[in-house]
Each structure stands twice: as structure tokens, then as C-alpha cells.
């Protein structure tokens, strides 16, 4: 046999194929967040606009339906003071704004009505329409847009309550009617919606007491901490 035979054999795998690379964090981020459901229908969208829109959408909501409710009034003469009393639309935000809770005036001072349109309606019944607009709102922010955290959450909410809040304001801004010379059972003066803090805290506070008790359904059995994200 002969001393120089050589031996073949197979080489085997390097040591660097062997070793496999670390794991990054934006790879373990990814393991750690969970399968999206099939079945979940939750639009995924930037908290501070699904808020926006909401906020937007509640308030559009709410004028809406207090336009209508003056409208169907003074189409069937309940209310009506011809051509010299305000319009429509004038009634409709201040009677809103009303039923928020805020202070209608005239020369400074309350007042209940503005010659036979009593702000407000029925209380009892059309304050109703922003507390039943805001819990929807509320429920329908939280249960159909893609908010995993209550940071997120919290986000929407606040969207929510500064963009309702400044349409609010702006409407009162606008809603004012100053009654003509000798306009009959009218007093001088403009007649308006109180624009000071008071307002942005009245409206502020029903807009926080309702949709935060609408999102709460939706939210408290599905939401995460915000450490868990």
C-alpha cells in the first residue's frame, strides 16, 4: 500500500454558515405583535383623524337635526314671526348650543326664548339629541377604527372633543341676530350665545362626559396598556 495515498473526503459546512445572524429588534417587534384577525373589520387609520372626523361628523349630526326640527316648526306655523324674525339657521345653532348646556343672551343678560321661539324646544326631550349623537359617536370611534392602546385611544378622544368644541364656537360666533327697530315683543340688542370660557367648558364637558362613556364600551374589554405595545 502505498505511503502516499492520499485520503479524499467531503468537506463539511463552513462554521460561518452555521451561525446565524442576530435577530433585530424590528424583527422581534414583529414576532411579538399579533396575526391580524381575519374577521376583523377595524379600519386602521391615524388616531388624531378618526377623531377629527368624528368630532366633525357628531357635530354635523347634531345641527342637523335641530335645523330639521325648525324647519318642520316653522313649516307648520308653531313658530314663525314673518319676515322680521331671524332665520331658520339662526334658530337651529343657537337652540344647538342651547342644548349643550350654553348661556343664550341678550345685551348681556339670560334669556329663554327669542320672541316665540323658546331656545331649547322641549329640554327634556331635544337635549336628548346630543347626549344619543355623542354616545354614538363615542362607541362607533372606538369599535371601528384600529386603536390598540389607550394612548391611542386617548389621542382620538382629544381629536374628538377640540374639533366639536371649535365648531361649537364658530357657530356661536356666527348664530347672532340683532332684532329690528320696533320688531314687536323684542327688546334691544343683539341676541346671542355666550362666547367667553364658559362655553368652551359647557360644551367641552358634555362632549367629554358622553363620548368618553361610549367609547368606554367599546374600549375597556379589548384595549391593551400602553407598555404592552
Keep these: 500500500m502505498s505511503q502516499n495515498r492520499r485520503f479524499e473526503y467531503d468537506k463539511g459546512p463552513r462554521l460561518e454558515d452555521d451561525t ?16 391580524p384577525d381575519a374577521g376583523d373589520r377595524r379600519i386602521a387609520v391615524a388616531p388624531w383623524k378618526a377623531g377629527s372626523v368624528a368630532g366633525v361628523s357628531a357635530f354635523v349630526i ?10 318642520a316648526y316653522a313649516a307648520t306655523g308653531s313658530y314663525g314671526q314673518g319676515d322680521s324674525g331671524p332665520s331658520n339657521w339662526v334658530i337651529a345653532g343657537l337652540t344647538t348650543l342651547a342644548n349643550h348646556g350654553a348661556a343664550i343672551q341678550q345685551g348681556g343678560e339670560p334669556i329663554d326664548g327669542i320672541g316665540m321661539y323658546p331656545v331649547g324646544l322641549v329640554p327634556s326631550v331635544s337635549a336628548l ?37 371649535v365648531l361649537a ?27 367667553d370660557l364658559s362655553l368652551i367648558v359647557t360644551v367641552g364637558g358634555t362632549v367629554l362626559t358622553f363620548a368618553l362613556l361610549g367609547a368606554g364600551v367599546a ?9 404592552d405595545e
Excluded at 446565524?20 to 396575526?35: G, I, V, W, Y
Excluded at 347634531?62 to 324647519?71: K, M, P, S
Excluded at 364658530?170 to 341676530?177: E, P
Aim: charged share 20%; aromatic share 10%; no cysteine.
Design 129 to 165: 339629541i346630543p347626549a344619543v349623537v355623542l354616545l354614538a359617536a363615542g362607541y362607533f370611534l372606538v369599535r371601528y377604527v384600529a386603536l390598540e392602546t389607550r394612548r391611542e385611544a386617548g389621542v382620538a378622544v382629544g381629536a374628538f372633543l377640540v374639533s366639536y368644541v
Design 62 to 71: 347634531v345641527f342637523a337635526a335641530f335645523y330639521q326640527l325648525i324647519t
Design 169 to 195: 364656537v364658530g357657530l356661536a360666533v356666527l348664530a347672532q341676530w340683532t332684532p329690528g327697530t320696533g320688531t314687536e315683543g323684542m327688546e334691544e340688542g343683539a341676541i346671542t350665545a355666550a362666547t
Design 219 to 227: 374600549a375597556l374589554p379589548r384595549l391593551r396598556p400602553a407598555g
Design 20 to 35: 446565524t445572524p442576530p435577530e433585530s429588534d424590528d424583527d422581534a417587534d414583529a414576532d411579538e405583535r399579533p396575526a
